[in-house]
Nanobody
Framework: QVQMVESGGGLVQAGGSLRLSCAASGRTFRRAFMGWFRRAPGKEREFVAA????????YYADSVKGRFAISRDNAKNTMYLQMNSLKPEDTAAYYCAALFSGSVSEPGSYDSWGQGTQVTVSS
């Protein structure tokens, strides 16, 4: 089991930036892919980005490519999501999650979830 706690959400104007953090703990997290998802009101949970802990392989949703960057600091057991050029449509609750097998873009494949952090982008 991997435990995760997100932080860094807030209110920002369109075009601005935020950096989300996900602090992970647990015996097996270093074998996991870690992902970011988001859920806007009235919408399904949506894949944003994912990264492997060992080689740093990254994956992005088309909607955030070139604007968001996922990274991790193994020494701090922390994953980050740098979000630049934010748009009002990026407004959502953002969640980090841990995956041990399955598709990195499918929320049903993930085994553990954080509690979420709210990102609101004003126009």
């Amino acid at each position: 089991q991997v435990q995760m706690v997100e932080s860094g959400g807030g209110l920002v104007q369109a075009g601005g930036s935020l950096r989300l953090s996900c602090a992970a703990s647990g015996r097996t997290f270093r074998r996991a892919f870690m992902g970011w998802f988001r859920r806007a009101p009235g919408k399904e949970r949506e894949f944003v980005a994912a990264i492997s802990w060992n080689y740093g392989t990254t994956y992005y949703a088309d909607s955030v490519k070139g604007r968001f960057a996922i990274s991790r600091d193994n020494a701090k057991n922390t994953m980050y999501l740098q979000m630049n050029s934010l748009k009002p449509e990026d407004t959502a609750a953002y969640y980090c999650a841990a995956l041990f097998s399955g598709s990195v873009s499918e929320p049903g494949s993930y085994d553990s979830w954080g509690q979420g952090t709210q990102v609101t982008v004003s126009s």
